[in-house]
């Protein structure tokens, strides 16, 4: 499970006097996230992962699904990607509250979709093909 939002990746960097070097380089992963209570998933959010629990938490309490921190007795983790949220005995989910999050958008289009397998199934995965860029190509760009 990432803990982290940052990934670490070696970058080429081309040098004043036309040499290449190789040096590493922190980059700012964003991955989906699906939020769930119980076993209904509520929303599909972009986020940098790492501290899943109180964003799942704070999502519910923003958006007025539960009152206060009182009304989450349990928050998991299913996988990297899904946060499950369990209410306390005697809170109720208010299903008219959370109709709304499946028609949610944003310029990349994954926000507020029900799941991450609604957002695979209409496009297929990418075969890699193992495609090669020539280093001189690639900086000359």
Do not use: W
């Not at 119980?38 to 972009?46: S, Y």
């Not at 206060?68 to 299913?78: E, P």
């Not at 499950?84 to 994954?110: M, Y």
């Amino acid at each position: 499970m990432k803990e982290s939002g940052v990934d670490s990746q070696k970058i080429i960097r081309r040098k004043h006097d036309g040499q290449l070097e190789y040096l590493p380089d922190d980059l700012t992963v964003e991955e989906p996230m699906e939020i769930c209570v119980g076993r209904k998933v509520l929303a599909t959010t972009m986020r940098t992962p790492g501290h899943d629990e109180e964003l799942a938490a704070g999502f519910l309490i923003s958006e007025a699904v539960v009152r206060d921190r009182s009304a989450i007795a349990k928050i998991s983790r299913d996988g990297d990607n899904r946060v499950i949220v369990g209410l306390a005995g005697d809170v109720k989910l208010k299903l008219n509250s959370v109709q709304r999050f499946g028609t949610i958008s944003s310029s990349c289009g994954l926000c507020g979709k029900t799941s991450i397998d609604e957002i695979r199934q209409n496009f297929p995965a990418i075969e890699s093909g193992n495609v090669r860029i020539d280093i001189e190509t690639l900086l000359s760009l």
